[in-house]
């Protein structure tokens, strides 16, 4: 067993308003952002988590939310200085800051680049006026192509632009004029995700007239068409990038890396090779609860017991379209394939959701798009 890539997940919890479709930690703004007494209690519950990682090298940071770009630059010159203090991360870390188009005022973007984020990920996720009010997003298709102007202007060296499909009663021909727009505003990533109804939602309780499958399975098949032919390469399900620009943060989730999570409700999962054991961790959800200094900052915390392993690798690893070395199985879980995990992977490869080589597994097109097929094997 070895011990995998570190990064560090920081959560900011607040966002003008929670959109619909939403099941993140995230809560409305009902008063001015404690931006300042946050930012500190963070750095403390990360000074508590530092203990996990020794001098472990923390490789990537990803700022997300809720809207992390409502905090000030100087919010987030003071968060990115203090981790630097408290852990050993890389000099060429990737710091990725998530971004609301709606709450990014002229020059925003320079001030957050000048205060250490050197990737942005802008939530657009539509230009349609009517798909973004019925999404609940406080901004505009003009305010949306404004903020990847700016994006461009700060001079950062990689932006992702996440946009969704699949939106109620949305055609063909307008989700793809949506990834057209994208695409013409030259991001280096795109985030391109299906609009999936999730549980303790408005729209669960009150459910959107959605497309069908067959039209679902053309905007995936012309999506991704339109997004070869504009030079992206798929990496992941819903990932796609120019040469060089993956994700490397989500990479390291989706490899079965480790993750320190601090802030609201943020998890984290950690390895420790003297004992073989992943531990996985929960947060204080509600902010209020979390800045309450007679309260510690973890709120669950539990060793993955051995049965459960294969799942979780497989849950995440299969998400890729890169080969995965069959090495890295026993290497990063620290258990050995069993019996039924090894023919659920034959069982597989015969239904054509999966290529197995001597050193590697290959998810398919076909196991990519049937991917929960391919997992209840591990289940």
């Known amino acids: 067993m070895r011990n995998p890539p570190l990064s560090l997940y920081v959560h900011i919890p607040w966002c003008v308003q929670k959109c619909p479709y939403c099941d993140f930690n995230s809560h409305g703004l009902k008063s001015a952002i404690p931006e ?3 930012v500190s209690h963070l750095l403390d519950d990360l000074a508590i988590d530092a ?14 939310g809720g809207t992390p770009s409502l905090f000030s630059e100087a919010a987030m010159h003071a968060l990115i200085t203090g981790i630097r203090e408290r852990v050993n991360l890389a000099e060429n870390a990737e710091i990725t800051m998530e971004a609301n188009p709606g709450t990014v005022e002229s020059g925003r973007f320079k001030g957050f680049r000048q205060a250490g984020v050197n990737r942005l990920s802008v939530g657009v996720q539509s230009f349609q006026p009517a798909h973004l009010t019925l999404l609940g997003r406080i901004h505009d ?3 949306a192509t404004k903020a990847v102007k700016q994006a461009h202007e700060a001079g950062l060296p990689t932006f992702n632009l996440d946009l969704m499909h699949g939106l109620p009663q949305q055609s063909v021909a307008n989700a793809m004029s949506d990834l057209e727009q ?9 985030s391109w995700y299906q609009l ?3 549980p303790n939602t408005p729209f669960y ?3 959107p007239a959605l497309p069908d499958d067959d039209i679902l399975w053309d905007i995936q098949q012309q999506g991704h068409n339109t997004l070869k032919a504009a030079g992206f390469e798929q990496y992941e399900i819903s990932a796609y990038s120019k040469p060089g620009h993956q994700c490397q943060h989500n990479l390291n989730y989706w490899r079965f890396g480790d993750y320190l999570g601090i802030g609201c409700g943020a998890h984290g999962k950690i390895t420790d090779v003297t004992d073989g054991s992943i531990t996985r961790t929960v947060k204080v959800k509600h902010p209020r609860g979390y800045m309450e200094l007679s309260r510690p900052y973890l709120d669950k915390e539990n060793v993955v017991q051995a049965e459960d392993l294969p799942f979780e690798f ?7 379209v890169e080969p995965c070395p069959i090495t890295d199985f026993e290497a990063l879980t620290g258990v050995s394939l069993q019996t039924g995990e090894l023919r659920a992977l034959e069982q597989a490869e015969k239904q054509g959701l999966l290529d197995i080589s ?8 076909q196991g990519r798009r049937y991917l929960n097929t391919l997992l209840t094997g591990f289940v």
């Open 141 to 143: 298709d003009t305010q």
């Open 36 to 38: 300042k007494e946050y």
């Open 182 to 190: 994208g695409i013409a505003l030259a991001p280096y990533h795109l």
């Open 205 to 207: 309780s009150k459910p």
């Open 196 to 198: 999936t109804i999730e």
């Open 314 to 320: 497989f849950m995440n690893r299969f998400r890729l």
């Open 358 to 365: 001597p050193t590697h597994w290959q998810v398919t097109a």
């Open 51 to 64: 203990a996990r990682i020794g001098d472990r090298t923390v490789e990537t940071v990803f700022i997300g």
